[in-house]
């Protein structure tokens, strides 16, 4: 019985798993009738994890595009947004092609903050993306790295969305 339990609960905690992640209790329909954000500069708590000195730029471009393609404009206005920057690899080759099974690959980790009027947050989004797992062994850096932020790119259009 204890083992059907198991069985049976599992695949509910591993979709769990999967969802986003987010720490505020209103998030949903937080930008509706909103016509324009501001995009503040990505914020990078640890240095050490971000691999690449040009991912801040890239993610705060990535939201900028997933603002746009929502038919949000970029500029001044009182409600602002920002990511959280906390990992950025192209992965390891090396580990790639002796271990595989997925080690090694690249990563983006990343969360989606909304500031409303008066500074309160509105939403706290994390984002995970990494490059693909098929035929992971044999692709460089660049080839994981486009995957990933190609991921993240639309799982930011995404999030932007399920706040519209």
């Known amino acids: 019985m204890r083992i059907h339990a198991i069985a049976v609960g599992l695949p509910v905690v591993v979709g769990l798993l999967s969802l986003p992640v ?3 209790a209103q998030t949903k329909n937080v930008l509706r009738g909103v016509t324009t954000v501001e995009v503040e500069h990505t914020v990078v708590p640890d240095p050490g994890a971000v691999k690449e000195e040009f991912a801040p730029a890239l993610v ?3 939201l900028k595009n997933a603002l746009r393609n929502a038919n949000i404009a970029v500029g001044d206005a009182p409600v602002k947004a920002h990511m959280v920057l906390n990992e ?3 992965g390891n080759v090396a580990k790639r092609l002796i271990i595989g099974l997925g080690a090694g690959r690249s990563v983006v ?3 989606l903050v909304v500031i409303g009027e008066g500074g309160r947050e509105l ?3 994390k984002i995970r993306v990494k490059g ?3 035929f992971s062994g044999y692709q460089g850096g660049d ?3 486009r995957q990933a932020t190609t991921s993240l790119d639309q799982k930011l259009a995404e999030e932007i ?3 519209k």
Request: proline share 0%.
């Open 60 to 62: 705060e471009d990535a």
């Open 143 to 145: 080839t994981q790295r």
């Open 109 to 111: 980790d990343t969360r």
């Open 161 to 163: 969305a399920r706040l």
């Open 123 to 125: 939403a706290n989004v």
């Open 22 to 24: 987010q720490t505020t």
């Open 88 to 90: 950025f690899t192209s």
């Open 132 to 134: 693909n797992f098929l």
